[in-house]
């Protein structure tokens, strides 16, 4: 006879016995006058691999541009020292991200850490970085429940990403603002009918905390939507078509599908052929990414995705020669185009230089101080006010986010995104796919 141990108490075992062989205080600075280390946790295999592949290789351009400068200036030492990045890979298990984190802390020695994708997996080894108090700029991790938790300090690690709350709520508005009223004009549909959203959604914090933050903000927003379904699966999905059918019965409006990249490729293209569903879908902005284009094929046509940065629309502004200038170079080197996560990344290792530069030191708690006072001008992506800034209560930082129409590209035989929202900086109008039908009651 098989005895199982729950999962929560082999997690404790795993979180117990990483830290009681870190050690519960705080490490001292690397000693290693010769380079910075800087840890990159990312998902370099399992359902998440792709993603990790963009943060690695973000992280290794910026790291290269400072180190092309002669590296990062330390005042104590009175000179430039070179980034040297670590990689960790959290294997897209929070067993993985426990192993690798505890290993960055305890063996490399790294002075700080950046990266992290899953909220499920962050959340998982962020008592680890806690005890030991390394700094961590995590540009993932999204779930509210990873930047909003009381259960431990969190006070060395500095979200560079838009919460779940906030992404929601863009979705929301732009659904209210501009899908709503496009849909009822063209359909003759009285104005008192809620539109109807069905919620197909990771079972996972990410994919929780959405859900939260659109049952929360239509409330409190007092926006009339009715949530007609909401359908959860197992991160690392491929196969949607029972939830999608049960969908279908509900007779959404619009989907918004709340997943990763290797996710989100399927769930559309089974939605309508193969289980025949002639709605709208919008996603996330973390599947802004050249595969989710050159993946999804013609199925893609029309989808929704909010964002807040896309290697194919590029919002016209002070961002915008960033942005290109940081293209072409990941092109040159790559290959290919680096996605949103790349992005984010690429723009923590520069806050990570600054804050270590402004620390005049490596040591640890100098640097969670400057990055808990940094303000540096933006980079690729749209931040409020034009500054990469960490809130005082929870350290996260304000993006501007918007929203991207697909559209075949005959150029290119693949989708390209076109901004719809906000107005300030929408390239083209939303439009209804001729194939498009309501929902009903």
Same mark, same amino acid.
């Given at each position: ?108 020695? &790294?002075?700080?850490? *950046?990266? =992290?994708? %899953? !909220?499920?997996? /962050? @959340?998982?080894?962020?008592? $680890?970085?806690?005890?030991?108090? &390394?700094?961590?700029? *995590?540009? =993932?991790? %999204? !779930?509210?429940? /990873? @930047?909003?938790?009381?259960? $431990? ?13 906030? !992404? ?274």
């Amino acid at each position: 006879m098989k005895h199982w141990v729950p999962y929560s108490l082999v997690m404790s075992f795993l979180i117990i016995g990483a830290l009681l062989f870190s050690g519960c205080t705080e490490q001292p600075a690397s000693g290693n006058a010769e380079a910075i280390k800087i840890g990159v946790v990312a998902s370099m295999s399992g359902p998440a691999s792709t993603t990790g592949k963009d943060i690695w290789q973000s992280a290794e351009l910026a790291a290269e541009e400072i180190n092309a400068q002669g590296g990062v200036f330390v005042k104590e030492l009175d000179k430039k020292i070179p980034i040297v990045l670590v990689q960790g890979d959290d294997e897209s298990t929070r067993e993985g991200g426990i192993k690798t984190v505890s290993k960055l802390i305890t063996q490399e020695n &790294v002075d700080l850490l *950046i990266g =992290g994708y %899953s !909220s499920a997996v /962050v @959340s998982a080894h962020q008592a $680890i970085v806690a005890d030991n108090k &390394v700094p961590y700029i *995590i540009s =993932g991790g %999204s !779930s509210t429940s /990873v @930047s909003r938790r009381n259960d $431990i300090d969190t006070s060395y690690m500095f979200f560079h990403r838009p919460s779940t709350d906030d !992404s929601a709520k863009a979705v929301i508005l732009f659904i209210h603002e501009v899908v709503r009223p496009e849909i009822y004009k063209k359909f003759n549909l009285p104005d008192d009918r809620p539109l109807r959203l069905a919620l197909l959604f990771q079972d996972s914090p990410f994919g929780k905390g959405q859900q939260t933050g659109v049952m929360n903000l239509t409330k409190e927003l007092n926006i009339p939507i009715e949530i007609v379904s909401e359908e959860t699966f197992r991160m690392g999905e491929s196969d949607f078509r029972t939830a999608l059918t049960s969908i279908k019965t509900k007779n959404p409006d619009i989907i918004y599908a709340v997943t990763f990249l290797n996710e989100l490729i399927p769930l559309t293209q089974q939605a309508r052929r193969d289980v025949g569903l002639n709605t709208l879908i919008i996603s996330g902005e973390n599947n802004d990414d050249p595969d989710y284009y050159s993946g999804v094929g013609e199925y893609g046509d029309f989808t929704l995705m909010e964002s807040r940065f896309s290697p194919y629309a590029i919002p016209k502004g002070s961002t915008s020669e960033t942005t290109e200038k940081f293209l072409e170079n990941f092109r040159n080197k790559y290959g290919g185009f680096a996605g949103m996560m790349g992005a984010a990344t690429y723009e923590s290792v520069y806050i990570a230089a600054k804050s270590i530069e402004d620390a005049g030191t490596v040591q640890k708690g100098a640097i969670q101080k400057t990055l808990s006072e940094i303000s540096m001008d933006h980079m690729m992506e749209v931040m409020e006010d034009g500054l990469i800034q960490f809130s005082p209560d929870y350290r996260e930082s304000s993006f501007v986010l918007y929203v991207e129409q697909m559209r075949m590209d005959p150029a290119f035989d693949e989708i390209r995104p076109h901004i719809v929202w906000p107005e300030s900086i929408r390239e083209t109008g939303f439009t209804i796919p001729d194939w498009y039908k309501p929902g009903s009651p």
